[in-house]
């Protein structure tokens, strides 16, 4: 989260793809970063990959998706 908030999305991702395990909490700051930046499309294919991992996703990962969508 804290790369998404000074705005470096690469270095965001390849952290969160780092982790050795990825809750819905990790998961949420990706949305929530993807959502921020504008990046809808990369937050629903996010949004897919968490749900193939059987990550079982809460109210906030709904409003980061709702979130991403509006922009």
């Not at 499309?41 to 969508?69: D, H, M, W, Y």
């Amino acid at each position: 989260n804290m790369y998404g908030k000074c705005g470096s999305l690469g270095d965001a991702r390849r952290t969160f793809d780092r982790m050795s395990k990825q809750d819905v909490i990790s998961w949420n700051s990706m949305l929530t970063v993807c959502s921020q930046h504008g990046q809808a499309k990369e937050a629903l294919q996010l949004f897919r990959q968490l749900q193939l991992e059987g990550v079982i996703p809460n109210k906030l990962t709904f409003i980061s998706i709702l979130s991403a969508c509006s922009h």
